[in-house]
């Protein structure tokens, strides 16, 4: 595994996803799944390049602490390549024991002489010196305070970990980070239009997956083995299976449409609660789905026509300026409103270190606005659900509580009652350690008749 041209065409493969990523911005789990698609890697590979990819981006800011020792210098005056050559040796070196120290260094220096001409030996350099003191460059002793150690050992951003410090407490933000840390678990909602959720199990039994009820929503599997491309197995093609988190999922019990109604979801890409929600319907009535992102829209279209849900249509509508004849149409109307998405860290490892302090201040405006707009969406004795994926107080129960302050047509009523397992109300919050599943939060408001 160690040996052989394919290694180092992994390695290199594997910078390129990172530059995409740390460099570009892209999101890692699209930069991966790209790859994997173009250059059908097989399954050793495969798990090899997305340990690398995924590592580095996880240990990210304990890797950029050595590098800084190390280089004598900031890494913005490194060029970015030798940067993620570096990470990508590190990473190799600390953390995986199956790849010999001499591998890790020897193909990292031969990265650097095909990507980064005349930096080999400065990266050959660098790898030694830390093989030489590696006591010297351990979390202890780099980090300069107990924030910036538990930044470190987490994988967090030292502000991020300074505010949950400061909000939960140590235990709760340990947990919280413990589990934004683990491979997240693949699951998936058995389709309820095209099957009945026993003769689902079996369809994945057939299949040769192994799945069990997750034991919290009568549709939601966890899947613990699966048999090649997820896109291209024959149970998800047929639409049987779509895979989402227990979390997302619900939101729609909580919104809870009936058959025949008319429901307004207004942010609703890529889909998968629009879906939920008319599933939720038996597929009678009608939902409108909107979002502001329009490439997003045949996505949807394209989503809804694998999984059998004819009721949805979808719009190019920005949130935030509903037109007026929509005014007081709608059963129900959910805003699950674009959010720092600080509860599905695990998941998305690269979102950590894109957020800002300046973000979880701005994104309430926006979603005041949203929630706002679609409340008069809201038939009179209707009900508005709002629901982010994070677990900021400021996007939470505090743009929900500015609301019903500016609206006293609204009443609070308790979310927790219509999900099917034990969680407090009357505002949810899904707490990933405790709950074990995404971060969300979810309340519910009745328009007065």
């Not at 990508?88 to 024991?97: E, F, H, S, W």
């Not at 300069?144 to 994988?155: D, M, P, Q, S």
């Not at 879906?275 to 409108?288: D, K, P, S, Y």
């Not at 047509?409 to 709950?435: C, I, K, Q, Y």
Request: hydrophobic share 40%.
């Amino acid at each position: 595994m160690d040996k052989g041209t394919a290694q180092v065409n992994i390695r290199r493969l594997a910078v390129q996803a990172l530059l995409q990523i740390n460099r570009d911005g892209a999101y890692a789990n699209i930069v991966l799944q790209q790859m994997l698609t173009e250059h059908k890697l097989s399954d050793i590979d495969r798990r090899f390049f997305t340990e690398l990819v995924y590592g580095v981006v996880r240990r990210r800011n304990y890797l950029d602490a050595i590098i800084a020792a190390l280089a004598k210098r900031p890494l913005r005056k490194l060029s970015s390549i030798v940067v993620e050559i570096l990470r990508l040796g590190l990473y190799q070196l600390i953390y995986m024991d199956k790849v010999p120290d001499s591998a890790a260094v020897n193909e990292s220096v031969k990265l650097a002489k095909k990507m980064a001409r005349g930096l080999d030996g400065f990266v050959n350099g660098v790898l030694r010196n830390f093989l030489r003191n590696r006591d010297s460059y351990s979390i202890d002793e780099l980090a300069k305070n107990e924030v910036e150690r538990l930044a470190y050992i987490y994988n967090q951003p030292v502000w991020l970990l300074d505010l949950w410090l400061k909000t939960y407490g140590e235990t709760e933000t340990i947990g919280l980070c413990t589990w934004f840390n683990e491979r997240p678990r693949l699951t998936a909602r058995i389709n309820t239009l095209k099957t009945s959720v026993a003769d689902g199990m079996s369809a994945l039994e057939k299949a040769g997956w192994l799945a069990e009820a997750t034991g919290k929503l009568p549709e939601a599997v966890h899947i613990t083995h699966h048999t090649g491309s997820l896109e291209s197995a024959p149970i998800v093609k047929a639409g049987l299976i779509t895979f989402t988190d227990e979390a997302s999922m619900a939101v729609a019990y909580v919104v809870d449409p009936k058959p025949g109604e008319k429901v307004l979801d207004c942010c609703a890409a890529p889909g998968g609660k629009t879906m939920h929600l008319a599933a939720r319907m038996n597929n009678e009535g009608q939902i409108v789905a909107d979002d502001i992102h329009e490439h997003k829209l045949g996505l949807m279209e394209a989503n809804a026509k694998r999984l059998g849900v004819t009721i949805a249509d979808f719009n190019l509508q920005d949130a935030t300026k509903l037109p007026q004849t929509w005014y007081n149409q709608f059963d129900k109307v959910l805003v699950d409103a674009p959010c720092s998405g600080l509860g599905i860290l695990q998941r998305k490892l690269d979102m950590r270190w894109h957020k800002t302090p300046e973000s979880l201040t701005e994104l309430p405006k926006l979603q005041q606005q949203i929630i706002e707009t679609a409340a008069k969406t809201v038939k009179p004795g209707g009900v508005l659900v709002y629901s982010t994926c994070t677990i900021n107080r400021a996007e939470n129960e505090g743009v929900v509580e500015a609301f019903l302050k500016a609206n006293d047509n609204f009443e609070l009523e308790d979310a927790s009652s219509f999900l099917p397992f034990e969680t407090e109300g009357p505002m949810v919050t899904l707490w990933p350690h405790r709950d074990e599943m995404d971060g969300f939060f979810i309340a519910r408001l009745r328009k007065a008749l």
